[in-house]
């Protein structure tokens, strides 16, 4: 199973910026090219929510519709550690924020854009917590 470690989370303003980390490996011969990796969050007495997810491979990427043009996903040339950055940030984007992969079987899109999305990735890290508030 991929292990994944994030890492970045705390308090911001609204307006403000944070990037959060993914740190992936686990085992010999892993290779991210064959994921799928992707941000989710939660709140509270809510769903997780799918927020954006990339393909190494070949950069393929979505985003949900509210961090669109504020949140970008990227990874780094290793292709070890997967970024979120998140700009103008909202007090509604206050959440607990987890990477989780899977290995990729269509496209990325096909893959995250559906609510129940994250009942099919099956490696998670610990979560990361993301205040926006004044």
């Known amino acids: 199973q991929v292990q994944l470690v994030e890492s970045g989370g705390g308090l911001v303003q609204p307006g403000g910026s944070l990037r959060l980390s993914c740190a992936t490996g686990?085992?010999?011969?892993?290779?991210?090219?064959?994921?799928?990796v992707g941000w989710f969050r939660q709140v509270p007495g809510k769903e997780r929510e799918g927020v954006t997810c990339?393909?190494?491979?070949?950069?393929?990427?979505y985003y949900v519709d509210s961090v669109k043009g504020r949140f970008t996903i990227s990874t780094n040339n290793a292709k070890n550690t997967v970024y979120l950055r998140m700009n103008n940030l909202k007090p509604e984007d206050t959440a607990v924020y987890y990477c989780?992969?899977?290995?990729?079987?269509?496209?990325?899109?096909?893959?995250?854009?559906?609510?129940?999305?994250?009942?099919?990735?099956?490696?998670w890290g610990q979560g990361t917590q993301v205040t926006v508030s004044s």
């Open positions: 686990g085992f010999a011969g892993f290779d991210l090219d064959n994921y799928v």
């Open positions: 989780a992969a899977r290995p990729r079987v269509t496209t990325v899109q096909a893959m995250c854009d559906d609510v129940r999305a994250h009942r099919f990735f099956n490696s």
């Open positions: 990339i393909s190494t491979s070949d950069d393929d990427t």
